[in-house]
């Protein structure tokens, strides 16, 4: 490591490719949680998947014998319908969805009205999150839509998932789809590595991001996202990016991990 792991009071933690694949807890997962109660460390669980609710998250946790609240939750699903309220007036409430539960329970709390696919070219925007039920007729209306001169709107630009089988297509292959479908249509996309869902953590945290760290294992998400946000930020080698990834960017994480056991043991060896 090249700089101290110090001054840290909150982190701001990804969930898949760090936490778990898929449904398989990864080594250390509970320790790692019993460290950061004993410690008193605040935390976020930040996650570009906008396809489970907070609920959802924490009974996905529960069955590994990990138990967090729905505070300590934030999805791209929840900062996408926070954007959609503060830059869309009343009256350009009518949307589009591509995406499961958790992004269309998001954005229903927030009173958006969601088109279907016999009334979408109506829509003011089109909204695209994963979903691992797509069909082609989804994907045709929001085409239609977009070009009927709809707003993009995307939860995030993730090309993979990382599950216990291997990558599989996320957000951004969808979205991929679109542009291409579109004529070059591209979404203005709200998650990692875009600043905004760190922004939304720290508040919720009430914390600086000076005291903050990150934890994710993508590059091009969470760690270029945590440099975007000016926080500092650590890669485990879990998920997506590895060692020879690095030497393709131009940016680095302020620490690199092999794992959260060795994530966890720095914590366990933090100076209180």
Same mark, same amino acid.
Request: hydrophobic share 40%; proline share 4%; with cysteine.
């Given at each position: 490591?090249?700089?101290?792991?110090?001054?840290?009071?909150?982190?701001?933690?990804?969930?898949?490719?760090?936490?778990?694949?898929?449904?398989?807890?990864?080594?250390?997962?509970?320790?790692?949680?019993?460290?950061?109660?004993?410690?008193?460390?605040?935390?976020?669980?930040?996650?570009?998947?906008? !396809? *489970? &609710?907070?609920?959802?998250?924490? %009974?996905?946790? =529960?069955?590994?014998?990990? $138990?967090?609240?729905?505070? +300590?939750?934030?999805?791209?699903?929840?900062?996408?319908?926070?954007?959609?309220?503060?830059?869309?007036?009343?009256?350009?409430?009518?949307?589009?969805?591509?995406?499961?539960?958790?992004?269309?329970?998001?954005?229903?709390?927030?009173?958006?009205?969601?088109?279907?696919?016999?009334?979408?070219?109506?829509?003011?925007?089109?909204?695209?999150?994963?979903?691992?039920?797509?069909?082609?007729?989804?994907?045709?209306?929001? !085409? *239609? &839509?977009?070009?009927?001169?709809? %707003?993009?709107? =995307?939860?995030?630009?993730? $090309?993979?998932?990382?599950? +216990?089988?291997?990558?599989?297509?996320?957000?951004?292959?969808?979205?991929?789809?679109?542009?291409?479908?579109?004529?070059?249509?591209?979404?203005?996309?709200?998650?990692?590595?875009?600043?905004?869902?760190?922004?939304?953590?720290?508040?919720?945290?009430?914390?600086?991001?000076?005291?903050?760290?990150?934890?994710?294992?993508?590059?091009?998400?969470?760690?270029?996202?945590?440099?975007?946000?000016?926080?500092?930020?650590?890669?485990?080698?879990?998920?997506?990016?590895?060692?020879?990834?690095?030497?393709?960017?131009?940016?680095?994480?302020?620490?690199?991990?092999?794992?959260?056991?060795?994530?966890?043991?720095?914590?366990?060896?933090?100076?209180?």
């Amino acid at each position: 490591m090249t700089e101290k792991f110090t001054h840290i009071n909150a982190l701001i933690i990804d969930m898949d490719g760090v936490l778990w694949h898929g449904n398989k807890p990864l080594k250390g997962l509970n320790d790692f949680f019993n460290t950061l109660r004993e410690r008193q460390l605040d935390f976020i669980l930040a996650t570009n998947n906008s !396809t *489970l &609710t907070p609920a959802e998250y924490t %009974q996905k946790l =529960a069955k590994m014998g990990v $138990t967090v609240a729905e505070k +300590e939750i934030l999805t791209s699903s929840m900062v996408t319908a926070a954007y959609l309220v503060a830059h869309y007036p009343p009256e350009k409430n009518k949307l589009f969805m591509i995406g499961e539960r958790g992004l269309k329970e998001a954005l229903l709390a927030q009173e958006f009205i969601l088109k279907t696919v016999d009334d979408a070219p109506d829509a003011d925007v089109v909204v695209c999150g994963l979903d691992r039920q797509l069909e082609w007729n989804q994907l045709a209306t929001a !085409t *239609l &839509t977009l070009r009927a001169g709809a %707003q993009f709107i =995307a939860t995030n630009s993730d $090309t993979t998932l990382p599950t +216990e089988l291997g990558l599989v297509p996320g957000n951004g292959s969808i979205l991929a789809a679109l542009e291409t479908a579109t004529g070059g249509i591209k979404p203005l996309c709200l998650g990692k590595p875009e600043p905004l869902m760190y922004q939304h953590a720290l508040k919720l945290l009430k914390r600086q991001a000076s005291e903050t760290i990150t934890i994710g294992d993508r590059l091009d998400t969470d760690i270029l996202g945590s440099v975007r946000a000016n926080i500092r930020s650590v890669m485990v080698l879990t998920g997506v990016s590895s060692k020879e990834d690095l030497k393709k960017v131009d940016y680095q994480p302020t620490w690199i991990m092999d794992d959260i056991c060795v994530l966890t043991q720095a914590i366990k060896d933090l100076k209180k």
